[in-house]
């Protein structure tokens, strides 16, 4: 299978522990985007790379949150300090050039007790 | 900021009944895009509409993009159980990231 590839599929972890995700893109897709999705609304833009460079960022990532992609390959998002409000599915993304059709991974399931 | 907006919020019915969803953009959009997430799911491209007017489709499905390039339609002819699932539509915003509509979720019934 060539689609996009995120683990873990689910994480479980208490208030103020740190967690890290991982993407595998689709090989040779250029753009890589981070969403996060709660329960019955639609995914929101987190950050997204071009290669490995990390081009924006939304206001919803706090200074708690880094993304990282450092071979333009895979990328990983790590959350410190979780809180129970970072409960969500984490979805990522990936596309051959801007503007073209972004498919997205299983996501990962993050519950924070 | 750009919001995008999908009526209704909820949709049941009766298989073989048809279905739309409609989607309403706060501006001007260079493209639409559809998605598919079925319950416990990831979402799954659909289709991509371009050019005003464009009508597109798939199968039972049936997609549009409004002259003026901020809304959209889905339209599901006769649906079936295999289309219950939530299903968005998403417009790139400032560069290409993805502004995804509120989502219409289906529900079919047997």
């Known amino acids: 299978d060539t689609g996009v590839s995120q683990n873990p599929r689910h994480k479980i972890t208490k208030r103020g522990q740190n967690v890290t995700f991982r993407c595998d893109p689709i090989?040779?897709?250029?753009?890589l985007y981070w969403y996060r999705q709660t329960l019955g609304q639609g995914p929101e833009f987190l950050t997204y790379f071009q290669n490995e460079a990390q081009l924006e960022k939304s206001r919803l990532l706090s200074d708690r949150f880094s993304a990282e992609r450092p071979k333009g390959s895979f990328s990983t998002l790590e959350i410190q300090r979780t809180e129970q409000g970072d409960s969500a599915m984490y979805l990522c993304?990936?596309?051959?050039?801007?503007?073209?059709?972004?498919?997205f991974g299983p996501g990962t399931r993050l519950l924070v007790l | 900021g750009q919001q995008v907006m999908q009526i209704p919020q909820y949709q049941h019915v009766q298989e073989g009944e048809d279905f739309t969803t409609y989607c309403n953009s706060s501006t001007t959009l260079s493209n639409i895009q559809w998605y598919k997430q079925r319950p416990g799911g990831h979402p799954v491209f659909l289709i991509q509409?371009?050019?005003?007017?464009e009508v597109k489709k798939q199968k039972r499905l049936t997609f549009q993009f409004g002259e003026a390039k901020k809304n959209s339609s889905l339209h599901i002819t006769a649906t079936q159980t295999t289309d219950v699932g939530t299903y968005f539509c998403a417009g790139p915003w400032n560069t290409d990231k993805l502004i995804f509509g509120t989502g219409t979720r289906l529900q079919v019934f047997p």
């Open positions: 993304a990936s596309s051959l050039d801007p503007g073209m059709t972004q498919y």
């Open positions: 090989s040779e897709h250029n753009r």
């Open positions: 509409l371009v050019k005003s007017g």
